[in-house]
Protein backbone atom coordinates (compact mmCIF):
# COMPACT_ATOMS: atom_id res chain seq x y z
CA UNK A 1 0.00 0.00 0.00
CA UNK A 2 2.97 2.57 1.15
CA UNK A 3 4.51 1.42 -2.26
CA UNK A 4 1.38 2.19 -4.47
CA UNK A 5 0.94 5.41 -2.54
CA UNK A 6 4.67 6.14 -2.83
CA UNK A 7 4.43 5.79 -6.72
CA UNK A 8 1.43 7.92 -7.02
CA UNK A 9 2.85 10.62 -5.36
CA UNK A 10 5.58 10.88 -8.09
CA UNK A 11 3.54 10.42 -11.02
CA UNK A 12 1.63 13.43 -9.60
CA UNK A 13 5.29 15.21 -9.36
CA UNK A 14 6.68 14.01 -12.99
CA UNK A 15 2.62 15.86 -14.29
CA UNK A 16 3.86 19.33 -12.90
CA UNK A 17 7.96 19.13 -12.57
CA UNK A 18 10.12 20.30 -15.96
CA UNK A 19 13.20 21.52 -17.45
CA UNK A 20 13.88 24.21 -20.02
CA UNK A 21 11.82 23.58 -22.67
CA UNK A 22 11.78 25.24 -26.35
CA UNK A 23 8.88 26.02 -28.10
CA UNK A 24 9.09 24.05 -31.55
CA UNK A 25 9.09 26.72 -33.31
CA UNK A 26 12.01 28.61 -31.87
CA UNK A 27 9.79 31.02 -29.54
CA UNK A 28 10.67 31.52 -25.87
CA UNK A 29 10.10 28.77 -23.82
CA UNK A 30 6.70 28.78 -22.11
CA UNK A 31 8.06 26.17 -19.38
CA UNK A 32 10.55 26.98 -16.21
CA UNK A 33 12.83 24.37 -15.09
CA UNK A 34 11.32 23.37 -11.58
CA UNK A 35 12.54 20.11 -10.67
CA UNK A 36 14.33 17.01 -12.66
CA UNK A 37 11.19 15.44 -14.42
CA UNK A 38 10.33 17.03 -18.00
CA UNK A 39 7.31 18.31 -19.93
CA UNK A 40 7.20 18.75 -23.97
CA UNK A 41 5.68 22.09 -24.64
CA UNK A 42 2.26 21.86 -25.22
CA UNK A 43 0.57 24.99 -27.23
CA UNK A 44 -1.56 27.07 -25.00
CA UNK A 45 0.18 25.74 -21.56
CA UNK A 46 2.38 27.88 -19.39
CA UNK A 47 4.31 26.83 -16.53
CA UNK A 48 6.39 28.74 -14.38
CA UNK A 49 6.24 31.04 -10.85
CA UNK A 50 4.02 33.77 -9.85
CA UNK A 51 5.62 37.22 -9.82
CA UNK A 52 2.48 39.37 -9.57
CA UNK A 53 -0.78 39.90 -10.40
CA UNK A 54 -3.23 42.72 -10.50
CA UNK A 55 -7.05 42.85 -9.49
CA UNK A 56 -7.47 45.70 -10.58
CA UNK A 57 -5.89 45.51 -14.37
CA UNK A 58 -6.48 41.71 -14.61
CA UNK A 59 -3.30 40.95 -15.85
CA UNK A 60 -0.91 38.28 -13.71
CA UNK A 61 2.98 37.97 -14.82
CA UNK A 62 4.28 34.71 -14.48
CA UNK A 63 8.49 34.19 -14.13
CA UNK A 64 9.52 31.79 -16.62
CA UNK A 65 13.35 31.90 -15.49
CA UNK A 66 14.78 32.85 -18.93
CA UNK A 67 11.97 35.51 -19.31
CA UNK A 68 9.20 36.95 -17.81
CA UNK A 69 5.65 36.54 -19.52
CA UNK A 70 2.26 38.59 -18.94
CA UNK A 71 -0.86 37.17 -19.34
CA UNK A 72 -4.11 38.38 -18.96
CA UNK A 73 -7.71 37.28 -17.08
CA UNK A 74 -11.08 37.89 -17.25
CA UNK A 75 -14.19 37.28 -15.02
CA UNK A 76 -14.84 34.13 -17.72
CA UNK A 77 -10.70 32.58 -16.07
CA UNK A 78 -11.50 29.86 -14.15
CA UNK A 79 -8.69 29.24 -11.38
CA UNK A 80 -7.93 25.94 -9.30
CA UNK A 81 -6.17 24.74 -5.89
CA UNK A 82 -6.99 28.83 -4.92
CA UNK A 83 -10.30 30.36 -3.22
CA UNK A 84 -10.19 33.54 -6.09
CA UNK A 85 -8.40 35.53 -8.03
CA UNK A 86 -7.68 37.61 -4.83
CA UNK A 87 -6.17 34.64 -3.20
CA UNK A 88 -3.56 34.07 -5.82
CA UNK A 89 -2.01 37.09 -4.80
CA UNK A 90 -0.81 35.08 -1.26
CA UNK A 91 0.98 32.61 -3.48
CA UNK A 92 3.97 35.00 -5.35
CA UNK A 93 6.95 32.99 -5.96
CA UNK A 94 4.91 29.52 -6.22
CA UNK A 95 3.98 27.49 -8.88
CA UNK A 96 1.35 28.02 -11.34
CA UNK A 97 0.32 26.64 -14.93
CA UNK A 98 -1.82 28.73 -16.63
CA UNK A 99 -3.80 27.17 -19.71
CA UNK A 100 -4.28 29.99 -22.18
CA UNK A 101 -5.72 31.18 -25.78
CA UNK A 102 -3.91 34.41 -28.07
CA UNK A 103 -5.88 36.91 -29.42
CA UNK A 104 -4.45 39.88 -31.38
CA UNK A 105 -0.92 38.80 -29.95
CA UNK A 106 -2.10 38.55 -26.32
CA UNK A 107 -2.42 36.13 -23.91
CA UNK A 108 -5.67 35.40 -22.38
CA UNK A 109 -6.03 32.79 -19.30
CA UNK A 110 -8.28 30.32 -19.55
CA UNK A 111 -7.72 28.49 -16.21
CA UNK A 112 -4.97 29.32 -13.74
CA UNK A 113 -4.10 26.63 -11.78
CA UNK A 114 -1.97 26.31 -8.59
CA UNK A 115 0.08 23.75 -8.05
CA UNK A 116 0.08 22.09 -4.96
CA UNK A 117 2.52 19.04 -4.56
CA UNK A 118 2.53 19.93 -0.52
CA UNK A 119 -0.49 17.81 -0.94
CA UNK A 120 2.13 14.71 -1.41
CA UNK A 121 3.53 15.39 1.90
CA UNK A 122 1.88 14.09 4.89
CA UNK A 123 1.05 15.82 8.29
CA UNK A 124 3.43 13.74 9.45
CA UNK A 125 6.61 14.81 7.72
CA UNK A 126 5.67 18.46 7.82
CA UNK A 127 8.38 20.03 10.24
CA UNK A 128 7.42 23.96 12.19
CA UNK A 129 10.48 26.03 13.35
CA UNK A 130 10.49 24.99 16.88
CA UNK A 131 10.05 21.17 15.76
CA UNK A 132 12.91 21.41 13.53
CA UNK A 133 15.18 23.51 15.96
CA UNK A 134 15.18 20.82 18.06
CA UNK A 135 15.59 17.74 15.60
CA UNK A 136 18.28 19.47 13.79
CA UNK A 137 20.45 19.64 17.08
CA UNK A 138 20.56 15.71 17.12
CA UNK A 139 24.02 15.10 15.51
CA UNK A 140 22.28 12.47 13.17
CA UNK A 141 19.61 14.01 11.50
CA UNK A 142 21.09 15.71 8.56
CA UNK A 143 19.53 18.82 7.06
CA UNK A 144 19.84 20.12 3.46
CA UNK A 145 18.67 23.16 1.21
CA UNK A 146 17.36 22.74 -1.72
CA UNK A 147 17.86 25.91 -3.14
CA UNK A 148 19.99 26.93 -6.11
CA UNK A 149 23.81 27.01 -5.43
CA UNK A 150 24.28 30.33 -5.00
CA UNK A 151 21.08 31.34 -3.20
CA UNK A 152 22.37 28.59 -0.57
CA UNK A 153 26.22 30.17 -0.73
CA UNK A 154 24.89 33.34 0.02
CA UNK A 155 22.66 32.55 3.23
CA UNK A 156 21.82 29.12 4.82
CA UNK A 157 21.17 27.99 7.88
CA UNK A 158 23.80 27.04 9.77
CA UNK A 159 25.06 23.20 9.49
CA UNK A 160 22.99 22.51 6.08
CA UNK A 161 24.34 21.28 2.99
CA UNK A 162 23.33 21.71 -0.21
CA UNK A 163 21.20 19.76 -2.38
CA UNK A 164 19.37 21.82 -4.95
CA UNK A 165 16.49 20.30 -5.87
CA UNK A 166 16.13 20.74 -9.73
CA UNK A 167 19.59 19.26 -10.12
CA UNK A 168 19.09 16.36 -7.41
CA UNK A 169 20.71 13.61 -9.44
CA UNK A 170 24.16 15.96 -9.57
CA UNK A 171 24.09 15.69 -5.98
CA UNK A 172 22.73 12.43 -4.95
CA UNK A 173 26.09 11.23 -3.63
CA UNK A 174 25.15 13.91 -0.93
CA UNK A 175 22.36 11.86 0.92
CA UNK A 176 23.85 9.30 3.96
CA UNK A 177 24.50 5.61 2.82
CA UNK A 178 21.95 4.58 5.58
CA UNK A 179 18.92 4.70 3.87
CA UNK A 180 17.26 4.84 7.74
CA UNK A 181 18.96 8.25 8.86
CA UNK A 182 16.41 11.14 9.41
CA UNK A 183 16.72 13.54 6.67
CA UNK A 184 15.29 17.08 6.36
CA UNK A 185 14.98 19.56 3.86
CA UNK A 186 13.80 22.99 3.54
CA UNK A 187 13.88 25.79 0.35
CA UNK A 188 11.37 29.08 0.67
CA UNK A 189 8.37 26.76 1.73
CA UNK A 190 7.46 26.18 -2.18
CA UNK A 191 7.40 22.87 -4.40
CA UNK A 192 11.59 22.27 -4.29
CA UNK A 193 11.37 20.52 -1.05
CA UNK A 194 8.55 18.30 -1.54
CA UNK A 195 10.19 17.65 -4.81
CA UNK A 196 13.48 16.49 -3.20
CA UNK A 197 11.38 14.83 -0.32
CA UNK A 198 10.00 12.24 -2.86
CA UNK A 199 12.81 11.54 -5.09
CA UNK A 200 15.10 10.63 -2.01
CA UNK A 201 11.75 8.73 -1.17
CA UNK A 202 11.46 6.81 -3.94
CA UNK A 203 15.17 5.92 -3.69
CA UNK A 204 14.13 3.82 0.21
CA UNK A 205 14.63 6.73 2.59
CA UNK A 206 12.73 6.02 5.25
CA UNK A 207 12.72 9.43 7.47
CA UNK A 208 12.34 12.21 5.08
CA UNK A 209 10.67 15.59 6.67
CA UNK A 210 10.10 19.07 5.30
CA UNK A 211 10.51 22.30 7.30
CA UNK A 212 7.71 23.56 5.74
CA UNK A 213 8.34 27.33 6.55
CA UNK A 214 12.08 27.16 4.42
CA UNK A 215 14.83 29.94 4.94
CA UNK A 216 12.23 32.96 4.76
CA UNK A 217 10.95 31.78 7.90
CA UNK A 218 14.33 30.91 9.83
CA UNK A 219 15.74 34.32 8.99
CA UNK A 220 12.75 36.05 10.66
CA UNK A 221 13.73 35.13 14.30
CA UNK A 222 17.74 33.20 13.59
CA UNK A 223 20.85 34.13 11.85
CA UNK A 224 22.21 32.61 8.90
CA UNK A 225 25.44 31.60 7.17
CA UNK A 226 27.39 32.70 4.48
CA UNK A 227 29.42 30.99 2.36
CA UNK A 228 33.29 32.10 1.45
CA UNK A 229 32.95 31.83 -1.98
CA UNK A 230 29.83 34.43 -2.34
CA UNK A 231 31.71 36.61 -0.21
CA UNK A 232 34.59 36.60 -2.86
CA UNK A 233 32.22 36.39 -5.53
CA UNK A 234 30.26 39.63 -3.61
CA UNK A 235 33.27 41.50 -3.76
CA UNK A 236 34.66 40.83 -7.72
CA UNK A 237 31.37 41.51 -8.91
CA UNK A 238 30.81 44.78 -6.81
CA UNK A 239 27.14 42.75 -5.01
CA UNK A 240 26.00 45.35 -2.42
CA UNK A 241 26.36 43.97 1.19
CA UNK A 242 28.46 44.95 4.71
CA UNK A 243 31.21 43.42 5.74
CA UNK A 244 32.14 43.58 9.62
CA UNK A 245 35.43 42.37 10.90
CA UNK A 246 35.05 41.71 14.68
CA UNK A 247 39.19 41.14 15.67
CA UNK A 248 40.86 43.52 17.20
CA UNK A 249 41.48 46.93 15.65
CA UNK A 250 45.49 46.03 15.51
CA UNK A 251 44.85 42.79 13.78
CA UNK A 252 42.43 44.14 11.51
CA UNK A 253 45.35 46.92 10.73
CA UNK A 254 47.40 44.30 9.76
CA UNK A 255 45.16 43.24 7.43
CA UNK A 256 41.51 42.63 6.21
CA UNK A 257 39.34 41.05 3.71
CA UNK A 258 38.40 43.84 1.17
CA UNK A 259 35.29 46.32 1.92
CA UNK A 260 35.47 45.32 5.56
CA UNK A 261 34.88 48.21 8.73
CA UNK A 262 36.19 47.14 11.88
CA UNK A 263 34.45 46.73 14.89
CA UNK A 264 35.45 44.97 17.94
CA UNK A 265 33.33 42.71 19.47
CA UNK A 266 33.52 44.52 22.55
CA UNK A 267 32.38 48.06 21.24
CA UNK A 268 29.48 46.32 18.48
CA UNK A 269 26.52 47.31 21.18
CA UNK A 270 27.69 50.92 21.32
CA UNK A 271 28.06 50.83 17.34
CA UNK A 272 24.56 50.64 16.22
CA UNK A 273 24.53 53.91 15.05
CA UNK A 274 27.52 53.17 12.24
CA UNK A 275 24.56 50.01 10.82
CA UNK A 276 22.62 51.08 7.22
CA UNK A 277 18.72 52.73 7.80
CA UNK A 278 17.86 50.09 5.69
CA UNK A 279 16.85 46.75 7.35
CA UNK A 280 17.19 43.93 4.43
CA UNK A 281 20.79 45.22 4.17
CA UNK A 282 22.99 41.80 3.69
CA UNK A 283 25.31 42.12 6.96
CA UNK A 284 28.05 39.44 7.37
CA UNK A 285 30.41 39.44 10.11
CA UNK A 286 33.85 37.34 10.88
CA UNK A 287 35.88 36.80 13.83
CA UNK A 288 35.82 36.09 17.46
CA UNK A 289 32.24 35.10 19.07
CA UNK A 290 30.36 36.08 15.33
CA UNK A 291 27.41 33.99 16.19
CA UNK A 292 26.50 36.39 18.80
CA UNK A 293 27.54 39.52 17.50
CA UNK A 294 25.38 38.66 14.53
CA UNK A 295 22.34 37.85 17.17
CA UNK A 296 22.80 41.22 18.39
CA UNK A 297 22.50 42.98 15.10
CA UNK A 298 20.03 40.96 14.46
CA UNK A 299 18.18 41.92 17.60
CA UNK A 300 18.33 45.35 16.11
CA UNK A 301 16.06 44.80 13.26
CA UNK A 302 17.88 43.53 10.69
CA UNK A 303 16.59 41.01 8.79
CA UNK A 304 19.41 39.41 6.69
CA UNK A 305 22.26 38.57 9.13
CA UNK A 306 24.95 35.82 8.45
CA UNK A 307 28.10 34.35 9.72
CA UNK A 308 30.84 33.96 7.31
CA UNK A 309 32.71 30.66 9.23
CA UNK A 310 36.21 30.87 8.28
CA UNK A 311 39.08 33.03 9.78
CA UNK A 312 41.08 35.95 8.42
CA UNK A 313 43.90 33.77 8.36
CA UNK A 314 42.79 30.89 6.25
CA UNK A 315 40.82 33.64 3.92
CA UNK A 316 43.97 34.82 3.33
CA UNK A 317 46.13 31.99 2.70
CA UNK A 318 43.45 30.43 -0.05
CA UNK A 319 44.68 33.66 -2.01
CA UNK A 320 41.30 35.86 -1.63
CA UNK A 321 41.37 39.80 -1.48
CA UNK A 322 42.72 41.41 1.38
CA UNK A 323 43.68 44.97 2.74
CA UNK A 324 45.91 46.38 5.24
CA UNK A 325 45.45 50.05 7.04
CA UNK A 326 42.33 51.28 9.01
CA UNK A 327 39.02 50.32 7.54
CA UNK A 328 36.32 52.65 6.56
CA UNK A 329 34.74 54.44 9.96
CA UNK A 330 30.90 54.45 8.33
CA UNK A 331 29.17 51.93 7.12
CA UNK A 332 27.90 52.26 3.58
CA UNK A 333 25.23 50.56 2.06
CA UNK A 334 23.96 51.51 -1.58
CA UNK A 335 21.32 48.70 -2.82
CA UNK A 336 21.12 47.91 -6.43
CA UNK A 337 18.25 48.70 -7.87
CA UNK A 338 15.98 46.11 -9.86
CA UNK A 339 16.49 45.96 -13.40
CA UNK A 340 14.09 48.10 -15.51
CA UNK A 341 13.31 50.71 -12.65
CA UNK A 342 13.93 54.13 -12.18
CA UNK A 343 15.18 55.79 -8.85
CA UNK A 344 13.02 57.92 -6.84
CA UNK A 345 15.27 60.53 -7.02
CA UNK A 346 15.45 60.43 -11.05
CA UNK A 347 11.34 60.27 -11.14
CA UNK A 348 10.63 63.17 -9.17
CA UNK A 349 13.83 64.64 -10.95
CA UNK A 350 11.61 63.83 -14.72
CA UNK A 351 8.51 64.96 -13.00
CA UNK A 352 9.89 68.25 -12.08
CA UNK A 353 12.18 69.16 -15.21
CA UNK A 354 10.24 67.44 -17.86
CA UNK A 355 12.17 67.00 -21.04
CA UNK A 356 11.43 65.95 -24.40
CA UNK A 357 13.33 62.78 -24.02
CA UNK A 358 11.00 61.31 -22.15
CA UNK A 359 7.46 60.72 -21.52
CA UNK A 360 6.27 59.61 -18.34
CA UNK A 361 2.97 56.67 -18.22
CA UNK A 362 0.77 56.36 -15.86
CA UNK A 363 -0.93 53.03 -16.04
CA UNK A 364 -3.60 52.46 -13.06
CA UNK A 365 -7.41 52.50 -14.13
CA UNK A 366 -8.78 55.94 -15.23
CA UNK A 367 -10.75 56.25 -12.39
CA UNK A 368 -8.24 55.84 -10.08
CA UNK A 369 -6.72 58.80 -11.79
CA UNK A 370 -9.18 60.90 -11.11
CA UNK A 371 -7.62 61.06 -7.27
CA UNK A 372 -4.72 62.73 -8.85
CA UNK A 373 -2.01 61.75 -11.19
CA UNK A 374 1.89 62.91 -12.23
CA UNK A 375 2.04 66.12 -14.18
CA UNK A 376 2.09 66.04 -17.58
CA UNK A 377 1.81 62.29 -17.73
CA UNK A 378 -0.58 60.38 -20.23
CA UNK A 379 -2.73 57.42 -18.81
CA UNK A 380 -2.72 54.35 -20.59
CA UNK A 381 -3.70 51.21 -18.30
CA UNK A 382 -2.02 48.35 -17.74
CA UNK A 383 -4.10 46.02 -19.24
CA UNK A 384 -4.09 48.21 -22.66
CA UNK A 385 -0.60 48.81 -22.86
CA UNK A 386 0.15 46.41 -25.54
CA UNK A 387 -3.05 47.40 -27.94
CA UNK A 388 -2.11 51.55 -27.53
CA UNK A 389 1.69 51.61 -27.29
CA UNK A 390 1.21 52.98 -30.78
CA UNK A 391 -0.14 56.36 -28.54
CA UNK A 392 2.88 57.01 -26.90
CA UNK A 393 5.54 58.86 -29.08
CA UNK A 394 7.66 57.18 -30.79
CA UNK A 395 12.05 57.39 -30.14
CA UNK A 396 11.29 58.59 -25.95
CA UNK A 397 12.19 56.49 -23.22
CA UNK A 398 9.18 55.48 -21.19
CA UNK A 399 9.02 56.13 -17.65
CA UNK A 400 5.91 54.05 -16.07
CA UNK A 401 4.50 54.33 -12.70
CA UNK A 402 1.16 53.25 -10.98
CA UNK A 403 0.27 53.09 -6.64
CA UNK A 404 2.56 50.36 -5.74
CA UNK A 405 4.90 49.35 -8.57
CA UNK A 406 3.33 46.52 -9.70
CA UNK A 407 1.29 47.22 -12.82
CA UNK A 408 4.07 49.27 -13.75
CA UNK A 409 6.52 46.45 -14.17
CA UNK A 410 3.96 44.20 -16.04
CA UNK A 411 3.78 47.21 -18.57
CA UNK A 412 7.30 47.44 -18.70
CA UNK A 413 7.33 43.96 -19.30
CA UNK A 414 4.98 44.25 -22.35
CA UNK A 415 6.70 47.45 -23.71
CA UNK A 416 10.17 45.66 -23.76
CA UNK A 417 8.49 42.36 -25.48
CA UNK A 418 7.32 45.14 -28.25
CA UNK A 419 11.08 46.22 -28.30
CA UNK A 420 10.24 49.76 -26.37
CA UNK A 421 12.97 51.39 -24.14
CA UNK A 422 10.71 51.99 -20.87
CA UNK A 423 11.52 52.42 -17.37
CA UNK A 424 9.29 52.19 -14.47
CA UNK A 425 9.21 53.11 -10.80
CA UNK A 426 9.05 50.53 -8.19
CA UNK A 427 8.07 52.52 -5.24
CA UNK A 428 4.73 53.53 -3.27
CA UNK A 429 2.66 56.76 -5.04
CA UNK A 430 0.19 58.31 -3.27
CA UNK A 431 -2.17 61.00 -4.06
CA UNK A 432 -3.95 63.18 -1.54
CA UNK A 433 -5.97 66.34 -2.45
CA UNK A 434 -3.39 66.80 -5.21
CA UNK A 435 -0.57 66.08 -3.00
CA UNK A 436 1.81 63.37 -4.85
CA UNK A 437 4.14 61.86 -2.03
CA UNK A 438 6.32 59.20 -3.01
CA UNK A 439 7.55 56.36 -0.52
CA UNK A 440 10.45 53.33 -0.80
CA UNK A 441 9.88 50.14 -0.77
Request: charged share 20%.
Amino acid sequence: MQKKKLISAVALLATFTCAPAMAQDGAKPTIAPLCGSCHQPQPGVMMGFLENISLKSKIIQMDIMSHKEVVKFTDQTSVKYVNDFADINNYKTKGFQINFSEKNGEKIANEIIRFDILKTVTTEERLDKETFKKLRQDPNVKVFDVRPPQVYQMAHIPGAGMIPAPAFDKFINKLPEDKNTPIIFYGVGGCLSPTASLKTKSLGYTNVKIYIGGYPDWVKTETGVTAPDWVKSAIAGGIPHVLIDLRDTAEVEKGHITGAVGIEGSKLAASQAMFPANKMAPIIVYGPDAAKAAETIHSWGYKKVQVMPMEFAAWQSAGNPVQTGATATKIAYTPKPKPGTISVADFKNATEHPSDKMVIVDVRNPDECTAGKVGGSMNIPADLIAQQAQEIPAGKEIILYCNTGVRAEMAHTVLAQMGRNSRYLDAVVNFDHGATTIEEK
